[in-house]
C-alpha cells in the first residue's frame, strides 16, 4: 500500500499549486481521500477531501473559494489545485485513505487506514 503526495515547492503569495496524491495497493474506488496539513508549530489540521463512491467532497471554511479538490480513479490519483496562496497555508501536506464514504465536516476526526509521507509547501515572497 502506497500513497505518494508530490507537487510541493515554493511560491509567492497569491501563487498556485497543484498536489496530487497517488495510491496504490487498495481499492482506491472505495475509500475517501483526505488532505491535511501541518505548519510549523502547530498541529495537523484536515483540510480537503474526497469520497470517492459518490464524488462529495468537503473542504473547511479557510480553504473554500481558494483551494478545489479532485478525483481521477483511472489514474488513482487525487489531486488538491491551490490557488490565492497565502503565507499561512505554508505547511507539509499529507494525503491519507480510509475506507467508505468519510467526507465531512468531521474530516479532521476520522481513523485514516493509509498516509502518505507528505510534501512541502511555502509560501513566501
Known amino acids: 500500500v502506497q500513497l505518494v503526495e508530490s507537487g510541493g515547492g515554493s511560491v509567492q503569495p497569491g501563487g498556485s499549486l497543484t498536489l496530487s496524491c497517488t495510491a496504490s495497493g487498495f481499492p482506491f474506488d472505495d475509500y475517501t481521500i483526505t488532505w491535511y496539513r501541518q505548519a510549523p508549530g502547530k498541529e495537523r489540521e484536515g483540510i480537503s477531501c474526497?469520497?470517492?463512491?459518490?464524488?462529495?467532497?468537503y473542504s473547511i471554511n479557510s480553504v473554500v473559494g481558494r483551494f478545489a479538490v479532485s478525483s481521477d480513479k483511472a489514474k488513482k490519483t487525487v489531486t488538491l489545485q491551490m490557488n490565492a496562496l497565502r503565507t499561512e497555508d505554508t505547511a507539509v501536506y499529507y494525503c491519507?485513505?480510509?475506507?467508505?464514504?468519510?467526507?465531512?465536516?468531521?474530516?479532521?476526526?476520522?481513523?485514516?487506514?493509509?498516509w502518505g509521507k507528505g510534501t512541502l509547501v511555502t509560501v513566501s515572497s
Open positions: 491519507a485513505a480510509t475506507k467508505g464514504n468519510f467526507c465531512s465536516w468531521r474530516l479532521q476526526y476520522y481513523h485514516q487506514d493509509y
Open positions: 474526497i469520497a470517492n463512491d459518490d464524488g462529495s467532497t
